[in-house]
């Protein structure tokens, strides 16, 4: 049988000794990991980040796949370190909740371990670095088949984290950017269902001054630099420019206000 | 059998979650795919750029690779999406011509189909991101040994790209740089072949102002710091700076016109 | 048997087609290499970067990998291309010192080949690029299983490459930052043996005007924004910011000076 596939998502830029490092101690564990990068570009420390990422990647992937996550500003402090299993999507992380809100999105329960066995760690463990310390060697043995139930206790409760809410008002909704893509697209916390909750009728898009009406389908409609509003591939509110950057255009980044109001208000 | 490679060239930035969806999807479909990014760097949406990308990359694999290329902005638009095969250098593109200036420099003819069989989609297919609902999982298709020709029917025309011809005149030539790699580097679009035709003498190149003459036939030659015209490893005639930045040096970038005269002119 | 892992650290940037030519010209050797990228962000041509990163990458991984090193600035003079074995951590690299601090890191000594055997490279070598011409067949042939002796003559003399020494005086040490981390940490060249040197007291750091005192065990000590001087995780001196970046907050970067002392001095 071939080896289960590992993923890694960190924080570290990719110029970074860190990430072969973690990828040295996988395959010192199991020569035959088979490894994957995600991205070593989120923000350093930054969780809400790290759980939109999430959020967008990892459903994309078959059951059984490992997903370990580097992203742990608390390195060094007590918080623990966790098995969880979403419905087979497996991964390895720092509990500071950056799975959770995948987690929401799924059905069913999370099973969750909290790696206490240290006999599956580097024996010499850093204050500083505890993804190579503990979560790659612990990946390295789940790649060889250990079953994760050895890894430590199961528990119950962890760090959640949740983006802003928006709030609902009458034939209104206020929410704001939350994520901003590679294309300077500007995705918000709003969603497809509440949009549509406001009626059938064009709605109105308020972001920084500028007015966008109706929904478009595509990043190609209208004329080329124009402003639209559109459902992105995640089901969320998104703010786009046609064959540009919104961010850009509208000075915009993660927790810029976005106003949808219905057509008849 | 070895399932066969999969590389990866997109825009999307490597902090973007796209890239991992794109992963992800290939391996919903099969489990055992073999992915290889080759850049995720392009400059969003410029097919110009992908298409020298393409032509300076491809040509160093074996047959039989599989090269998935997601550089798209014409996504949502009626444009086509294709399988192509350049005498077993097989590719999965939208049809917007970033693949045919590869092709044009290979001998043989390309074999293409046009994807439209949708049993081999994502069931659900979004309207803005054809790279994860359609290319992907094509690609997995194929990583498990689809025969290609179920994927649609066989196209005879297809969108062409090209890149600006030089222009020759009695003893000169004049061009432009068309790349600039991550040395700062300028490549143009004149050919080793064109820069023959001048004459044996030590022909001088003129560039922003600057006239190098003689060609350089390694970085290495001249001072650190100095300016040097050399025949690049693709084959084109190329501007580079020993130890430095042409691109910085000159302030020079893509569309910079560069004139080369034979020596006695 | 599996093929043994191929990893790739160039200079090139990740935007760059010659990675993919690189990674193309090993599988037209043997398509079942495994390739694995460390890094494509060495800052160009600089040897002391990549002789750290090196140091601070290879020895987690396991004995048989094969470390393929393409960063250049000698490409097309006389410099030399080995093959080196440390105790069974395998490099392909320019004679151009970057491997030599790692192999002063580890005990035994080097068995160092000069590639001379043109029959491993590509028909046509150019002169700009041995990478993709000479390293990369010959990483496609050792993974294929070639014996080694076969590339080229054993050498006992190659290029050294050391960073600079600290100075120790009566209860101090003066030493500089040799690599900034994607983080903004600054790592010295003082090692944890020479700071344990100066006493148990709580040693001061000067940096940049600054003054730091006694050693933090993790980064989560002290207030977020605070400055902190620890050991890193491979063994050195370390000026970080709690949750921020000392380059930044510090104007510091590679060459600047940094002062230990004991307490009582």
Chains 1, 2, 3 share one sequence.
Request: charge should be negative; hydrophobic fraction near 45%.
């Amino acid at each position: 049988m071939t080896a289960p596939l590992i993923t890694l998502t960190t924080d570290f830029g990719d110029g970074s000794p860190y990430v072969a490092a973690l990828k040295g101690m996988i395959l010192a564990i199991d020569r035959e990991a088979r490894l994957l990068d995600l991205t070593h570009h989120i923000p350093p420390q930054q969780l809400r980040h790290t759980a939109f990422f999430l959020l967008h990647a990892l459903p994309y992937f078959p059951p059984g796949v490992l997903h370990v996550v580097v992203v742990d500003p608390g390195v060094g402090s007590d918080r623990g370190l966790l098995y969880v299993d979403l419905d087979g999507c497996r991964l390895l992380v720092p509990d500071n909740g950056c799975w959770t809100l995948l987690a929401a999105s799924l059905s069913g329960s999370p099973r969750v371990r909290r790696l206490e066995e240290s006999r599956y760690w580097r024996p010499s463990v850093s204050a500083t670095f505890h993804g190579r310390d503990i979560l790659a060697p612990v990946a390295g043995w789940l790649s060889r088949g250990l079953d994760p139930d050895l890894l430590g206790p199961a528990v119950t409760s962890w760090v959640e984290l949740t983006l802003p809410a928006p709030m609902s008002g009458h034939e209104r909704v206020t929410g704001e950017v939350v994520f901003v893509d590679s294309f300077g697209n500007l995705i918000t916390n709003i969603s497809a269902e509440t949009v549509a909750g406001l009626g059938h009728g064009p709605m109105r898009v308020l972001i920084n001054g500028e007015v966008i009406t109706g929904l478009a389908r595509t990043y190609s409609e209208g004329a080329p630099g124009s402003l639209l509003a559109l459902i992105s591939s995640g089901g969320l509110l998104e703010v786009a420019v046609n064959q540009g950057s919104a961010a850009d255009r509208l000075h915009a980044g993660a927790g810029e206000p976005v106003l949808v109001a219905a057509s008849a208000s």
